[in-house]
Each structure stands twice: as structure tokens, then as C-alpha cells.
């Protein structure tokens, strides 16, 4: 953040470069600015180049509004918090205690401020500047009501002597607060009707009707809504005058290509992976983690119209990560490394966030639909490596007879001794040298037998939280 400008009067205020505008030409000419210098537009956004971001564009050179519509964990909020970056770092607002909100110097919407820079000379009437993080404000839907975010007659106002048809009687709500910024309300079909009426003439007429009294206001902000497709497009969730106002409407989706689940992992994960004992991840271990997501996405058993969060990829793939790390803890392992047995503890960041299918479950719960999806996630991941090296050479790595026991919690010593010799198959099979550490190893010993499991080609038992397959 860079220091605010430094006039602090009216009179100086004239003096500089400063130029008033309204919030949407102020975000248009800021985008127009990066557009042209190919300055990154939304930086850490996967998989939206050419779906949702151009339409984003759009609507931030045609100066609208915006309803964010998707399922959830499709990054709705995050790209209208990141709508600021649009917006000039600093702005300036007359500093008066008097002032209900953060007056434009140069047009004052309130009657308070117009008196102000009408009877107060320009080098008395003190500037303060409001940075453009300050500049935003959202609110959840459920439970939200017109005085929070419109405003509310202040009985204390009235006994004071002011009059109810005015607008010195108003306690404000957040919109009129946001003046001059961003506000964004999301879950917008769970909104009360008379709520929506009250965004509907903000949108239309700029003004707020409070107990029947109507108070002009010029307000100036950008207005932004969030939504799932299944209740905004149920009808009457949503008043068709509001749907009519809100200009555009930037259709959300879940990643189109695993890679780009994994490429958002990645990004998220950052420097989780470092640290006193930090852990090494696999490829195959992203791949396996983002098709569990992918799985249930497509799982019959699973509600879709509920959607399956990219959250959920990544509150498991934590729980991954710590399961390895205090493996890595308890055993002394420098880097540790996740294996598929980690992925037992997914349990506790995965159920709850899986909304089933009352009609396509058949009575399973919800911990046997997620064994199913596990399941398939790691025999697609493991037949894709199967179809690019060859079961033989993968197989190879196995004599006939070998009897391995698995799990979280075994030194990766433990997978050494059952396997001494390592095949070259390890090397061509995998992005990282199975040969180069233990821990390594035992991971990829892992995945191998879980997907020999998947394609029947082994048994398993399973006895006090340990696997044991056989050839």
C-alpha cells in the first residue's frame, strides 16, 4: 500500500490532479489502463480465461452490475473481492463527524454535506483519503433485513426534533455506507421480498423508501450479487423486477481439466509444505486427491444441483498433508511423503460436504459414498498410468508370493524390507525417482497396489486400521 495523497483541504485538493468520477468510470478507465499494458487481470484465477473472465470484461467496460452465478466453491466471492483492484488505491471523502457517509468533495449527496461546501470556504473543509480495501462490503443473505443493509428511522432523531420524511432521521444500512464502493450480497434468491424491492430501486431510481417515506439519495456504487443456479432460476425466489435491473449476469463453473483442480491446489497450498518437517507430494497424489473431487462430481449417489466444492479438494489434500507430516514426526522421514493409506483420514474434511441423493443412494451412507469415490479416483488415476507405461513393467515390480502390509502409520522402512530390490519400471513409471528415499518409495508402493487392488489383479485384507495385499 502506497501513502495517500497529501492534500488535506478542499483548496488543495483543487490544486492537485485529482479528477471526481463515478465508481464504474473510475473501475472502467483503471481496467482500460491494464488491458493496455497487459498488466495481469485477475491474477490466481484457474481455468476462466475463456469463459468467465471475458465476460467479466465486458461488463466492466459496459459499466453494470453483476450477478456471480455457480455452485458453490466456483470462486464467486473471490473475484468480486478482487473487483477493488479496479478501483483507484485512494480516493478522497470530506472528513466531517457530521457526514453519514464518504461525501465525494466535489459532489456531496447528503443535505448535511451539500450545506457544508455550500457555507464553509474551500480551505477550511478538511480531505481524508479511503483506500480502496476499505472500498468493499459484503453481506450474506439468510437472516439479513432492510434496516441492516438500506437503513431505519433513529427514534432518538425523532425525539430530538427532526422530522421523519428527511434524512437526518435515517440510521443508515451498508449500502448507503458504501458509497462510492462496492458492495456485494450473496446468496441473493435467499433474500427477503421486501429486502429485494429495496435493491430494486437503488438499482432503478438511486433512492430508498423507509416506512413509506422516499429519500433521495445519488448514491454511487457498484452492485454485485452471487447465486446457485438452482434456487435463482426457481420462480419467486427472485422478484423479475431485480432480475431485469442486474446488467450482466457471469456464469460460473467447476474446472474443466483435472490439471487446472490441481494447478488451484497448488496455488493454495503455497508454503504449507515447508516448514521443521516438510513434506514431498507426489504428482499422482494431486491427481488422486483432485479426481476424488472430480468422482463425486459425476457421482450418481451425490446431489449435483448442490454442487461438490473446491474446497473439498482442498480440505482433504490439508488432511493429507498432515497425516504425512506426522507420520514424518513420530519416524524422523525429512521430507514425508503422502501415501494412499493418508487417505483414510479424509473421513473427518469430507463428510458434511457431500450432499447425497436421497433417490440414487439406495440406503448407503454417506462414508460408503465416499469409499466408492475414493475407489474409482485411484483405479482412473492408476489405469492412466497403466495405459502410458504398460501394466507388465508395473506389475514387474511385484515377485509372486509377496505378502505387503500397509499403512499411515509404518515407517517407510518398513516397505523397504519387503521390497529390496527396485525395478527400473519405478523410474520410467513415475515423475520423481522411486529409488532415491524410502518414503518415496512406500508411496509409490502404495499406489501401485491400490490400483493392482482396483483392476482385481491382488486381494486384500484389512485388520486393526492396516492393509495387507497378497499376490
Not at 150 to 169: F, Q, R
Not at 285 to 313: H, L, P
Request: with cysteine; aromatic share 8%.
Amino acid at each position: 500500500m502506497s501513502e495517500s495523497p497529501r492534500a488535506s483541504t478542499l483548496s488543495e485538493l483543487r490544486e492537485s490532479a485529482w479528477v471526481s468520477k463515478s465508481v464504474k468510470q473510475e473501475m472502467q478507465d483503471n481496467f482500460v489502463r491494464m488491458l493496455e499494458s497487459g498488466e495481469p487481470l485477475f491474477p490466481g484465477i484457474v481455468g476462466y480465461e475463456d469463459t468467465v473472465i471475458p465476460e467479466i470484461n465486458l461488463a466492466l467496460l459496459a459499466g453494470h452490475d453483476m450477478l456471480f452465478l455457480g455452485e458453490k466453491g466456483q470462486a464467486k466471492s473471490r473475484i468480486m473481492r478482487m473487483l477493488t483492484r479496479f478501483l483507484d488505491e485512494w480516493v478522497p471523502y470530506i472528513d466531517h463527524p457530521d457526514l453519514p457517509v464518504h461525501e465525494d468533495p466535489e459532489k456531496p449527496i447528503s443535505a448535511a454535506g451539500k450545506r457544508l461546501c455550500r457555507d464553509t470556504p474551500a480551505d477550511q473543509i478538511r480531505i481524508a483519503w479511503w483506500h480502496r480495501s476499505e472500498r468493499y462490503a459484503e453481506r450474506l443473505s439468510p437472516g439479513t433485513k432492510f434496516a441492516d443493509i438500506i437503513g431505519e428511522i433513529d427514534p432518538a432523531k425523532l425525539t430530538g426534533g427532526v422530522s421523519m420524511s428527511t434524512e437526518e432521521a435515517l440510521s443508515f444500512g451498508l449500502i448507503p455506507r458504501m458509497h462510492r464502493g462496492i458492495f456485494a450480497m450473496n446468496e441473493l434468491p435467499e433474500l427477503d421480498d421486501l429486502v429485494q424491492v429495496g435493491l430494486f430501486n437503488i438499482l432503478e431510481e438511486r433512492d430508498v423508501q423507509i416506512r413509506g417515506y422516499p429519500i433521495q439519495f445519488d448514491i454511487d456504487l457498484v452492485i454485485l450479487f452471487s447465486a446457485n443456479p438452482s434456487t435463482y432460476n426457481r420462480s419467486g425466489k427472485v422478484i423479475p423486477q431485480l432480475k431485469d435491473r442486474i446488467g450482466s449476469i457471469v456464469q460460473t463453473h467447476y474446472p474443466s481439466e483435472r490439471d487446472q483442480g490441481i494447478e488451484i491446489l497448488q496455488q493454495e497450498v503455497g508454503d504449507d509444505l515447508d516448514g521443521n518437517y516438510p513434506v514431498q507430494v507426489p504428482y499422482f497424489m494431486y491427481q488422486i486427491v483432485e479426481e476424488i473431487t472430480n468422482q463425486a462430481r459425476r457421482s450418481k449417489y451425490i446431489d449435483q444441483a448442490s454442487g461438490v466444492s473446491a474446497r473439498f479438494s482442498l480440505a482433504n489434500f490439508r488432511t493429507l498433508i498432515a497425516s504425512a507430516r506426522q507420520r514424518g514426526v513420530l519416524h524422523g522421514e525429512k521430507p514425508a511423503v503422502p501415501r494412499i493409506s493418508d487417505l483414510g483420514h479424509i473421513y473427518s474434511s469430507s463428510l458434511g460436504k457431500l450432499e447425497l441423493d436421497l433417490m440414487g443412494t439406495h440406503q448407503m451412507s454417506e462414508r460408503q459414498v465416499l469409499d466408492a469415490v475414493v475407489a474409482q479416483a485411484i483405479e482412473v488415476v492408476f489405469k492412466e498410468y497403466v495405459e502410458e507405461h504398460g501394466l507388465s513393467d508395473i506389475a514387474e515390480i511385484f515377485r509372486g508370493g509377496v505378502r505387503v502390509e500397509v499403512g499411515d502409520m509404518l515407517p517407510s522402512s518398513h516397505y523397504a524390507e519387503r521390497l529390496r530390490q527396485v525395478p527400473p519400471a519405478w523410474n520410467k513409471a513415475f515423475e520423481l525417482n522411486a529409488s532415491e528415499n524410502d518414503a518415496v518409495r512406500a508411496s509409490c508402493v502404495e499406489f501401485v497396489l491400490a490400483g493392482l487392488y482396483s483392476m482385481e489383479r491382488i486381494s486384500r485384507s484389512q485388520r486393526f486400521g492396516k492393509i495387507q495385499y497378497e499376490f
